[in-house]
């Protein structure tokens, strides 16, 4: 059983990791009922028509033959306190919604909604099962950084984290630097399965023209606090109109961004979110495309933007403004360049790359060193023969 804040027919990053893997799962025989809210990502409200999104306590067949039970949302704003309110409401009514299922071997729940690890504890007790917590970013360390939450406030909300994690029969994180985090703070069983991407769905791309006066770029993801998106707009104002920069995704910070590019003059065009066919074909227009998180928050120094293997898989040069894991693997594939989080340094990587845009054609680099360390299928099966040492050793105890 898994328990997720989003899944199919979201767009998002627990989708598209779990999508993948419950596809591996089903097809390997397992049976898999996904706990998930109805669709109701990225903007608050449903998007989709009713048939996918699902209804209220409803059940449905997903993608892959795996039987999804929704349960209700509470409508809110693109705040830090409406998807709170609305993660918390939904993670309390997954736990009825989980007895509505039949009963697991195994109990899954995926953060960051901090609210559904408490729920897949009590899932997991219910049904007297071993409990997977995956940590698809390094919380609690993540809310110390971005102060979340303040004075004793804070430190319940990291004691209810840590709890959750102390009690898990297995802590699943995607890098190895948070595992190794977690298992010096003592958690007893941790590993790590990376995020990754399925090869087959994604094409690698012809290398962008030679011949182009102007340098496109492009920002695909969450338009948050974490990426510090307002670096890259300032730097695309420095090199001016030799530069296109498009800005695609949503997120509280894309308001305070439009205003900043309309005062100081930038050349960024700002898209609404889009789907798998309009994804390829910015990618296929974009020459580089960014990979950024802030580095003033240490959590993420173990952190991987999801977007960092589709960008590798499709053949485009990387304007990677991080650090850390995330650094060493753009390093490692050389498919793309690294630079300090400061304006000038991306703005005179964006005119060196409009100067030389022979740069630009990293060829497969990328590609292989995705289908070398992340091919999803291989992140499956070990997940898989994790969860089966899982329940030999639980079965073993009892």
């Known amino acids: ?65 795996e039987r999804i039970r929704r349960v209700p949302y509470l409508r809110h704003a693109q705040t830090r306190v409406g998807r709170f309110v609305d993660n918390l409401y939904t993670a309390v009514l997954s736990v009825p919604a989980a007895m509505m299922q039949r009963r697991p071997e195994v109990v899954v729940v995926t953060a960051p909604s901090l609210p ?167 990618y296929k227009l974009a020459d580089s495309c960014i990979v950024s998180l802030r580095d003033d928050w240490k959590s993420f120094e173990t952190t991987i933007p999801s977007k960092t293997y589709e960008v590798l898989a499709v053949g485009r040069h990387v304007t990677a403004v991080v650090r850390g894991e995330a650094a060493r693997i753009i390093s490692d594939s050389d498919a793309g360049d690294v630079v300090p989080s400061t304006v000038e340094a991306i703005a005179q990587l964006w005119n060196d790359l409009a100067d030389d845009r022979s740069r630009l054609d990293v060829g497969s680099r990328g590609r292989d060193w995705v289908e070398d360390h992340a091919e999803i299928r291989a992140s499956a099966k070990h997940y898989m023969e994790l969860i089966d040492e899982l329940l030999a050793r639980s079965s073993g105890d009892r």
């Open 116 to 282: 559904i690890l408490a729920a897949g504890h009590v899932v997991a007790k219910i049904f007297r099962v071993p409990l997977v917590v995956e940590m698809r970013d390094a919380w609690p360390d993540l809310a110390r950084d971005a102060r979340l939450v303040q004075g004793q406030v804070k430190s319940l909300a990291e004691k209810a984290v840590e709890f959750v994690q102390n009690k898990a029969n297995l802590v699943v994180t995607v890098t190895e630097g948070f595992a190794k985090t977690l298992l010096e703070r003592g958690v007893a069983v941790v590993a790590t399965v990376p995020n990754g991407l399925d090869l087959r769905s994604v094409p690698l791309l012809p290398a962008p023209v030679v011949d182009k006066e102007q340098l496109d770029v492009l920002y695909l993801g969450n338009h948050g606090e974490s990426q510090r998106l307002e670096l890259m707009v300032q730097a695309a104002a420095k090199v001016g109109s030799r530069m296109h920069l498009h800005m695609v995704g949503y997120g509280v910070a894309k308001p305070g961004l439009i205003q900043l590019a309309r005062e100081i003059g930038a050349p960024v065009t700002f898209h609404p979110p889009v789907k798998r066919e309009a994804v390829l074909e910015a």
């Open 1 to 65: 059983m898994l328990l997720t804040h989003s899944y199919w027919p979201d767009q998002s990053p627990p989708q598209r990791r779990w999508s993948s893997f419950v596809r591996e799962f089903q097809a390997a025989g397992w049976r898999v009922d996904v706990v998930t809210p109805v669709s109701h990502f990225p903007n608050g409200k449903r998007t989709e028509r009713r048939a996918d999104a699902g209804y209220p306590w409803g059940h449905q067949r997903g993608e892959h033959g």
